[in-house]
């Protein structure tokens, strides 16, 4: 009878828990950046292997892709939740400052907004053009809970919410940054309501 080989044993690849593991691609890729997470950082944090994260998702650049995406769906969830509970468009966009100022400088998490840190520090001409995708997907959302308000009455006649959502959004990037640097979440619930007060036509 031939003898098994000893020296070529056969099995499968470890398995691993891929939501998981891209859940921590996530948190490290928010916290540090594209460019400054390696590869070895990427498998030390996901405890696998090289061959493992290439099988399960392709190379970084895809990683990183999914893993925004990950983010990105969530924060969209949470923002047709706040809309469609919020009567006015008015009081939706401040519910959704108030709740960006706890999330982003929530404890246990990176500080920040990952899509807004994201366009800071990524240099590749391809993930730059997937990133101002994904920002004007989540500027499309905000535009249409604002142009139903003009339309039910809410605002005032001829107002410009193409203006209107690039002003809030452009606060909403600023306390990212904010966040990002340590500011204290009593200040950045300060700069939501302060921003509030620039809504047209409010009493």
């Not at 990105?72 to 009567?87: G, L, T």
């Not at 006015?88 to 500080?111: D, F, H, S, Y």
């Not at 240099?123 to 142009?147: F, G, H, V």
């Not at 340590?182 to 950045?188: F, I, K, Q, S, T």
């Amino acid at each position: 009878m031939r003898q098994r080989s000893a020296d070529k044993p056969r099995g499968r690849p470890r398995s691993f828990d891929r939501g998981r593991a891209l859940e921590r691609a996530m948190h490290l890729f928010w916290r540090k950046g594209y460019e400054a997470t390696s590869v070895s950082d990427l498998t030390r944090a996901m405890g696998i292997n090289p061959p493992s994260l290439y099988a399960a998702f392709g190379d970084k650049e895809r990683l990183y892709l999914e893993a925004l995406g990950r983010y990105q769906q969530r924060r969209v969830e949470s923002m047709a939740k706040w809309f469609d509970e919020e009567p006015t468009a008015m009081a939706a966009v401040r519910r959704l400052l108030t709740e960006a100022a706890r999330e982003l400088a929530r404890a246990g998490a990176p500080r920040g907004s990952m899509l807004v840190f994201s366009a800071m520090q990524c240099s590749s001409d391809t993930l730059q053009a997937e990133l101002a995708e994904r920002r004007a997907s989540m500027r499309t959302i905000i535009k249409a809970r604002i142009d139903r308000g003009l339309r039910e009455g809410e605002l005032p006649q001829g107002t410009d919410t193409d203006a209107l959502v690039d002003f809030y959004s452009a606060v909403f990037q600023g306390m990212s940054l904010q966040a990002r640097a340590g500011v204290a979440r009593r200040r950045l619930l300060a700069t939501a309501e302060t921003a509030m007060r620039a809504w047209p036509g409010r009493q």
